[in-house]
């Protein structure tokens, strides 16, 4: 019998392919580096035009969110966050 037959957790991590994981990491660090525009007012590019305070707090939120939705999506392997494939 071997340790893997014996453990009892499931193993999340290990089921999933390390280019998956290697994709997926960036998913963490990105929420992160969005935030840093707001030490600047909020400052957010936006179609050739910079936002500032609220409306460019929105949008790093909204990029957040996104990135955040994207980067579960893409760790569950779901059809529509890695582009169809």
């Known amino acids: 019998m071997t340790f893997e037959a014996?453990?009892?957790e499931n193993q999340e991590i290990g089921r999933n392919a390390i280019p998956?994981?290697?994709l997926?990491?960036?998913y963490v660090f990105y929420p992160f580096l969005l935030h840093v525009p707001l030490l600047f007012r909020?400052?957010?590019p936006f179609f050739g035009a910079?936002?500032?305070n609220l409306q460019g707090i929105l949008r790093i939120n909204a990029?957040?969110?996104l990135l955040l939705c994207l980067g579960w999506g893409t760790f569950n392997s779901r059809?529509?966050?890695c582009g169809g494939k």
């Open 79 to 81: 059809v529509w966050a």
């Open 6 to 8: 014996r453990d009892p």
């Open 63 to 65: 990029s957040v969110a």
């Open 20 to 22: 998956l994981l290697v």
């Open 50 to 52: 910079f936002l500032f």
């Open 24 to 26: 997926t990491a960036p």
């Open 42 to 44: 909020g400052i957010f």
